[in-house]
């Protein structure tokens, strides 16, 4: 506990005095507020797929080859309905903001639940880089053009049953035809349209303007499935800059290199616990 809490101090300190705060937010972070994709939520939402396929969590779920669109869009509407447009079960992406919004901070994230806006973030320091559950694009692409999805969703998820949606609700690319695909990155057919241009430039001016200030690297539930993302461009500017923390707060991954170990913090605990301790 000794360890632990001299931890947080280090971090409390840093942040008081740093210069900007850099955010890097993974999986990790929503599954801390209650995002959970197996388990008890998984069974409350989702038992009869669960029964019908075998599968036993939403992850597993969305990959499945479901013979219809109209079972497809049932669990996707679903899916997208409860970790999109419903609240997460706790506030650490509130508390997260108490924390730095009156910093110079920005948002680098992989998840894809919209969380941070919906808690009251800048948008114009967000940066979703592999996409986002409430947008549709078409599944081709024939254009480079997102949509939002949040009414049409409601009402797939309102209207199923026997795990099918009715069919006049299958959506459809309003260029071509064919059916829509969730704006998320799974391979080339990705689409990032003109708003994640405009992200991405934010988040490179960003990194330019600060890379040398008193900045905070705060990488909070970071794992290795994307880690050329968050992970090692953080190790990276951390290594490259003097006057940088770089701070791990990640259950059972909490580690960082040699190389920046004087440089850094390595939290192995509750992200959300943590954020509580850190507004202490």
């Not at 506030?91 to 919209?114: A, G, I, P, Q």
């Not at 405009?198 to 008193?214: I, Q, S």
């Not at 605990?269 to 202490?280: Q, S």
Request: negative net charge; glycine residues 6%.
């Amino acid at each position: 506990m000794k360890e632990y809490s001299e931890k947080i101090e280090r971090v409390k300190e840093f942040l008081n005095e740093a210069d900007a705060v850099f955010i890097g937010a993974g999986a990790g972070l929503s599954t801390a507020a209650g995002y959970t994709y197996s388990g008890k939520r998984f069974e409350v939402y989702f038992s009869d797929f669960h029964k019908k396929y075998g599968f036993s969590d939403m992850y597993s779920g969305g990959f499945y080859p479901y013979k219809t669109p109209e079972e497809k869009w049932a669990f996707w509407s679903r899916y997208v309905h409860i970790n999109r447009y419903v609240a997460p079960p706790k506030d650490t992406y509130e508390r997260l903001l108490k924390l730095v919004e009156n910093k110079n901070y920005f948002v680098l994230t992989t998840n894809v639940d919209h969380c941070f806006q919906r808690a009251g973030f800048d948008k114009n320091r967000l940066f979703y880089t592999q996409g986002d559950y409430g947008l549709f694009q078409c599944s081709e692409p024939c254009h480079q053009k997102t949509y939002d999805n949040g009414e049409l969703i409601e009402k797939m998820f309102e209207s199923q049953s026997d795990m099918k949606i009715p069919s006049e609700l299958i959506p459809r690319c309003p260029v071509c035809g064919r059916e829509m695909a969730m704006n998320l990155r799974s391979d080339d057919t990705f689409v990032q349209d003109e708003g994640w241009y405009e992200a991405y430039n934010r988040y490179e001016r960003f990194v330019t303007e600060n890379k040398n200030k008193k900045i905070l690297f705060l990488e909070l539930g970071v794992g290795y499935n994307t880690p050329g993302i968050i992970k090692y461009p953080f190790w990276k500017w951390t290594n490259e800059n003097n006057n940088a923390l770089y701070v791990c707060v990640n259950f059972g991954e909490a580690v960082c290199p040699t190389e920046i170990n004087k440089k850094s913090v390595c939290i192995d605990a509750d992200i959300d616990n943590v954020i509580t301790d850190l507004l202490g």
